[in-house]
């Protein structure tokens, strides 16, 4: 489960890194593609290793469902994280402005990348363990 915590954060960090610098290169023609994330964001996508476990338990599902699944599991987890944060003036997210926000902790529009990073939690997590059951 520590390879894991440490492949899911890495794979989080790195996502978000390249997400946010091509967002200010095509919204704000920034081409020196500086990206931007928060320490605190490494344990928050490190908890995507609890994907193997439920994976399992999906196997057999079609991909839709458990990208699903993973997308609600992962709106779930920001906005708690976010909730638990901006209690302690610590959360490095704010999506207020965002027209399809939810208090301002998440996104509904960014369901498809939450599908995707679901899917790729389960695969880096846990697909040499699930083939070995």
């Known amino acids: 489960m520590n390879q894991n915590f440490f492949k899911c ?5 790195t996502m978000e890194l390249a997400f946010s610098s091509i967002h200010d290169l095509t919204t704000k023609h920034d081409k020196r593609m ?3 994330t928060s320490l605190l964001m490494f344990p928050i996508y490190g908890m995507g290793a609890v994907f193997c476990p439920l994976a399992k338990k999906l196997r057999g599902m079609n991909t839709f469902i458990r990208g699903g699944v993973y997308t609600v599991l992962i709106f779930l987890t920001e906005y708690a994280t976010g909730w638990l944060l901006r209690r302690f003036s610590m959360c490095p997210w704010d999506y207020s ?14 369901a498809p990348a939450w599908f995707i990073l679901g899917l790729v939690f389960e695969k880096c997590t846990c697909e040499k363990e699930c083939q070995d059951d």
Do not use: E, P, S
């Open 34 to 36: 500086i990206g931007r």
């Open 9 to 13: 954060g890495m794979i989080g960090w």
């Open 97 to 110: 402005d965002a027209k399809y926000n939810i208090d301002g902790l998440v996104r509904l529009d960014f």
